[in-house]
């Protein structure tokens, strides 16, 4: 089955982890006025020639209001979960869930709430029944609060022998304390406290200073740890500023930052695809904040840069990439799912387009982006379907993916909402849980 290859090739993402050694460092000062150079806020007319008649904004309106319909009928009514995949033009019959597309979805319905999307009685409802079902019904491993990283949507049995995830725990908490900072719901604000707080976090250290990646009942914790920068801060932030069951404040020093120098260019980063830039940003605001290592902000606009010319370095063995079209992460391809991107080349690429490389790195290097996004809406009408971008299309060939991705759609709407006005970020701040976490990581103002 896809799914199962699907989740055959997330370990192989996660391998790839494991190969990479300790380094620390910054972008390059010599870069520094070349990487701001391509970063702006919203432009209001049409660059000629792209094929889009409307603003940047309304583009934007046009992704969130697309994907917030992704999270509001894929989801069980009933159970808030939200299917991992689910048929790009709508009326798709899969039962799997994937806690992480539930955790952005929990946070696309705050941002549906806040635009209108849907009668707020009605959001509020779904947000109630996914945490109750959330605490209540679909129970997490043992007394320990990490939940499988695959389940039924209906019942919230664990699908495809999956693992009990760390880093897809971490993302379905941030959705989940983004609803209690949003709703003033009393009920909603109990719920997502006990379920956030009851997470045992040292358990999942398993003895370490840093975590596992997860743990099955058949064969105990897994071997690989996140122990090298990539999404892993929202796991980490998360687990530090428990008040019931914290990690110790150490555990932040405890992972390497590799750096990595690319056409002058020098920045922290794994040998990954380039949504580990993006992930954590979509709730925490690195924004003018550094800790003893860096600022992480300007690390994912340099990370972004970087990125940019290494698929226009590609461009003279596929001739889509180039200015208009350009961005590649862990996605589908036509022969299944792949963990793809680069610098260094990662993958089997093949001149394949991934919409939400660019969707999630709008606050990073929004000139460049945008101008992908309505290229590809105003040349590719093939690639927008109900949800907005299907996962990846390849012009090379003519293939479009049928699907789209719960995490990938999650991905852009939440980033274009933070890129308009930063409601994520603003709202998931205010959290003092959160607020907690970064102030033991030791950040200050930049």
Not at 56 to 67: F, R, S
Not at 69 to 77: K, T
Not at 99 to 111: P, R
Not at 389 to 394: I, L, R
């Amino acid at each position: 089955m896809r799914r199962k290859s699907k989740l055959a090739d997330s370990w192989t993402r996660r391998e790839l982890f494991r190969k990479l050694g300790k380094a620390a460092g910054a972008s390059s000062l010599a870069c520094l006025a070349r990487i701001l150079a391509g970063c702006g806020g919203s432009s209001t007319s049409a660059p000629p020639g792209d094929g889009f008649p409307g603003t940047d904004d309304q583009l934007m309106e046009e992704i969130e209001k697309a994907g917030f319909l992704f999270f509001w009928e894929q989801a069980d009514p009933n159970t808030g979960q939200v299917k991992d995949r689910a048929l790009a033009a709508g009326n798709d019959t899969r039962t799997v869930s994937s806690i992480a597309a539930t955790g952005f979805g929990l946070t696309a319905l705050c941002i549906g709430d806040q635009r209108g999307y849907q009668p707020s009685a009605d959001i509020s409802a779904r947000v109630l029944a996914t945490l109750n079902f959330l605490l209540n019904t679909m129970q997490p491993q043992g007394k320990n609060g990490f939940f499988y990283h695959f389940v039924d949507m209906p019942t919230g049995a664990r699908a495809f022998n999956s693992e009990v995830s760390s880093i897809d725990t971490a993302i379905l908490l941030c959705g989940v304390l983004m609803c209690r900072q949003h709703f003033s719901d009393a009920q909603i604000q109990s719920l997502a406290t006990q379920i956030y707080e009851r997470v045992n976090w040292p358990w999942m250290l398993n003895g370490g200073t840093t975590f596992s990646q997860g743990w099955t009942p058949e064969s105990g914790f897994l071997q690989t740890r996140w122990d090298t920068y990539s999404e892993l801060m929202m796991l980490y932030l998360l687990a530090m500023g428990s008040p019931t069951n914290p990690i110790p404040a150490s555990s932040w020093q405890a992972w390497s930052r590799p750096t990595f120098m690319y056409q002058g260019l020098t920045y922290i980063t794994p040998t990954a695809p380039l949504f580990v830039h993006q992930y954590s940003h979509a709730w925490f605001d690195f924004r003018n904040e550094k800790d003893s290592f860096a600022d992480y902000f300007q690390n994912s606009i340099t990370a972004t840069t970087a990125h940019r010319l290494f698929c226009l370095s590609l461009a003279s063995q596929y001739s889509d990439y180039s200015d208009n079209l350009w961005g590649i992460s862990s996605s589908d391809s036509k022969n299944g799912y792949v963990a793809w991107g680069g610098p260094p080349m990662i993958g089997p690429i093949d001149g394949s387009i991934v919409p939400c490389a660019t969707a999630g790195s709008l606050p990073f290097l929004f000139t460049q982006a945008i101008q992908v996004l309505r290229w590809i809406r105003g040349h590719y009408p093939q690639a927008w379907q109900r949800y907005g971008y299907v996962d990846a299309f390849n012009p090379l060939s003519g293939w479009y993916d049928a699907d789209v991705i719960g995490i990938d759609v999650g991905i852009s709407v939440l980033m274009a909402e933070n890129q308009r006005t930063g409601f994520v970020w603003s709202t998931f701040m205010k959290d003092p849980d959160a607020q907690n976490g970064m102030s033991l990581a030791g950040f200050q103002p930049a």
